[in-house]
């Protein structure tokens, strides 16, 4: 049968899939959707192969709370190419991603993935924008948390997304500084007591290596060397931790002091950073 104008564009609407792949499907299945659109799911799966082993470096992080802001989620979807990170239906692809992620609640990245997305799974649907786009695409990253406020940050360009859990719901404007400042700041932990053990003393025992190995101390005794190494742990605390950190818009603040003086009860209860860079 020939294929109209009306034909390919109804099947693009369908699927998302270019002009030439709907009239080709089109003719292929001689005018039958259903058939059609396997087809080009099938092209998506036979260009994923073909792509296997390219890397997807490239790609969106976005984050999001709820309408009630005690929950959010980040995910990151992968592309080759910057090109493609920056399309407008890739971002508005992922996005909808992440919508259904915060609807759906799913507990990790492989039941995000198994979650129904407009009759096929998320996976299904990775799987035939790859077809779509002709390029590795991947979701690759879901990570959630939940607090009394959940407050997100995307910087601009989509490369890099955090999410800052608060113990009240006090102010967004808080928590979007805190959000900002462990996007600019990439702390390691909320504050010296969430570092694992085990890390503390791994960076005890790599501060008092330099120190040693640091000619100006060649001739200090083991006991100096080791208040000189302490020094340097506790440089650590200061630049790793979110609370003691100097808060970026004014730096006679730790952000500690700063969640202080807007409540003095208000503190972080949890933080998640993803950066593609």
Do not use: W
Not at 27 to 34: F, K, M, P, R, T
């Amino acid at each position: 049968m020939a294929v109209t104008a009306a034909d390919v564009s109804k099947l693009r609407k369908m699927t998302g899939a270019g002009m030439m792949d709907c009239k080709n499907a089109l003719e292929e299945s001689n005018g039958d959707y259903e058939k059609a659109i396997e087809i080009i799911r099938k092209k998506g799966k036979l260009v994923a192969s073909k792509r296997a082993d390219r890397e997807a470096s490239e790609g969106v992080v976005l984050a999001k709370s709820t309408a009630d802001g005690k929950r959010g989620a980040i995910i990151v979807l992968n592309s080759e190419t910057d090109f493609v990170a920056k399309n407008e239906k890739f971002i508005n692809f992922a996005q909808s991603i992440l919508d259904l992620a915060l609807e759906k609640n799913p507990a990790d990245l492989d039941a995000l993935k198994q979650l129904n997305m407009e009759g096929r799974s998320v996976g299904e649907q990775v799987m035939e924008q790859v077809g779509i786009i002709g390029e590795k695409i991947d979701l690759s990253f879901f990570e959630k948390l939940e607090a009394p406020q959940v407050v997100p940050y995307i910087h601009t360009g989509n490369k890099l997304s955090t999410l800052v859990g608060l113990n009240k719901a006090v102010s967004l404007q808080a928590g979007k500084d805190v959000a900002m400042q462990i996007a600019a700041m990439s702390p390691v932990a909320v504050d010296r007591d969430s570092i694992p053990a085990a890390v503390i003393e791994k960076e005890r025992e790599i501060a008092l290596e330099q120190t040693k190995n640091d000619p100006k101390n060649q001739n200090k005794p083991a006991n100096i060397l080791e208040k000189i190494a302490e020094g340097k742990l506790e440089k650590f605390f200061k630049e790793g931790t979110l609370l003691n950190q100097e808060f970026t818009k004014d730096n006679t603040k730790t952000i500690r002091q700063y969640l202080q003086s807007v409540d003095k009860d208000l503190t972080v209860t949890g933080f998640l950073r993803y950066s593609l860079k």
